[in-house]
């Protein structure tokens, strides 16, 4: 026969290979853009003005991938809500990445924004019928910087919430995480299903430090020789 032992094993394989991942992604100004305030002083100026994934939400994008890459989520669906032109976001830093279905909440024109409120109310819904385990999302939107929808899909929904994460690992039905705080790094632990927030990740920012460090220690370097 099979004992309990075994049982709790054979079920967290299971738990495992039928993991969904949601990924909320948005649409935003480009982050190389120079913003500009409208003439009302009511927004930024959003015509003729590139626009991309936003950055935070990219990095939600690759954790997912990642944790499919480690067979710890079977399934990948990305949800962006916006005008026509979100779609461009869905295929090119969703899908494009290896993410496996992309729904998109169109609304009428490209410059419509909802509340933080109303997303977090209208991504709730689409969890409802989606049915994830785990709902990964950046901290924030670099546009009206509201740093709200997690949070307050969390609430909606319940769930156990972790916010500016940089590193997140799942392991038997449970993730676990660190997030970069003023003392340091801070890790902890929390059950599924769960909604998660992504920050900036310590090593890309140390790496791209050194690397300019290096640029500047070489041109340095350059204008000695050249100089008589």
């Known amino acids: 026969g099979i004992n309990a032992e075994y049982m709790g094993t054979l079920s967290e394989c299971l738990f495992f290979f039928e993991m969904r ?39 939600a994008v690759e954790e997912a991938v990642r944790l499919k890459e480690k067979k710890a989520v079977k399934e990948i669906v990305a949800v962006s809500i916006g005008g026509p032109k979100s779609v461009e976001v869905l295929r090119g830093s969703a899908l494009a990445l290896g993410v496996d279905k992309a729904i998109h909440v169109k609304l009428p024109n490209d410059n419509d924004d909802l509340e933080p409120l109303a997303v977090a109310q209208v991504l709730a819904k689409i969890a409802e019928k989606v049915q994830p385990d ?11 910087d509201t740093c709200a929808v997690p949070q307050m899909l969390a609430s909606i929904l319940d769930w156990p ?9 799942v392991d038997g039905g ?3 995480i660190s997030r970069e705080t003023d003392a340091g790094v801070q890790k902890l632990e929390t059950t599924l299903p769960a909604v998660i927030s992504c920050d900036l990740r ?20 350059e204008s000695q020789e050249e100089a008589p």
């Open 174 to 176: 449970k993730c676990s």
């Open 21 to 59: 991942a949601l990924v909320c992604v948005k649409r935003a100004i480009d982050y190389t853009v120079k913003i500009r305030v409208r003439p009302d002083k009511l927004g930024v100026v959003k015509d003729n003005v590139k626009h991309s994934c936003n950055p935070f939400d990219e990095i």
């Open 134 to 144: 785990l709902i990964i999302a950046g901290k924030q939107s670099i546009d009206d």
């Open 161 to 169: 919430q972790a916010t500016f994460i940089s590193e997140l690992n």
């Open 202 to 221: 310590c090593p890309g920012i140390f790496v791209l430090s050194q690397s300019t460090s290096i640029c500047k220690t070489a041109r340095n370097h």
